[in-house]
């Protein structure tokens, strides 16, 4: 099995040990196409479905909180992977939900970027943010904020709450290329910026319901491809 693979062999042995008295033996496969070491959640994904993969074997009906204790265990931290397409918001390193939310979020379109210039980021070795009190309060403020964005179903605030957020995280895990990819979402009408958690991934937020929209990530577009990134489009 892959190194990369470590965490999931980890997950089914952890499954194996507190759910199969007999230890049951078995062969773990692991099929993806989400990139790797790029904060897209390549790990979890193997994590959750290894796990899944002996709760089906052994033929128990999983808990939410029986399968996402061992993930944290088996990775650290893991995802929310489990709870889509639900909106939550998860304590990553401790396995459970602070929030569910009722809405899902607005729609997003969306142009992901790779700035693949960066390292690929081990998760397991990342130093956990240590934030101090001036962030832990906006935190709360953002919470709130990110709250009524999801019950409004308001595009602008959910986006003035993701680059906030970005923001706070670049002081923990920095991405050379924020500032500049956030002058070319504001010259081009983007209603926010977000990153991906720990690794390389941008992303430049886009209000569907507008007619501008087309034109201006067409010309966000013109403006990224003369770097080299990898760029993709998304619709949320």
Known sequence: MPQRCEKARRAAELALDRFSPARANGQLTIETNIPIGRGMGSSTADVLSSILAVFDYLQIQPKFEWVMQIAVNAETACDSTLFSPAVTLFAQREGFVIEAF??????????????????????????????????????????????????????????????????????????????????????RGAVGLQASHSGTVLGLMFDPSSVETPDN????LHELSE??????????
């Open 102 to 187: 009722r809405n899902s979020l607005p729609r997003i379109d969306l142009i992901s970027i790779d700035t693949v210039a960066a390292e690929d980021v081990n998760t397991v070795e990342l130093k956990p943010a240590a934030y101090n009190q001036i962030e832990i309060e906006t935190f709360r403020s953002l919470r709130a904020g990110l709250r009524n964005a999801i019950e409004m179903s308001d595009i602008y605030l959910l986006g003035r709450v993701a680059t906030a957020s970005t923001r706070i995280n670049n002081r923990f895990l920095e991405n050379p290329d924020l500032d500049r990819i956030e002058a070319i979402g504001a010259r």
């Open 217 to 220: 990530m067409g010309m966000a």
């Open 227 to 236: 770097s080299a990134f990898n760029i993709s489009i998304l619709h949320i």
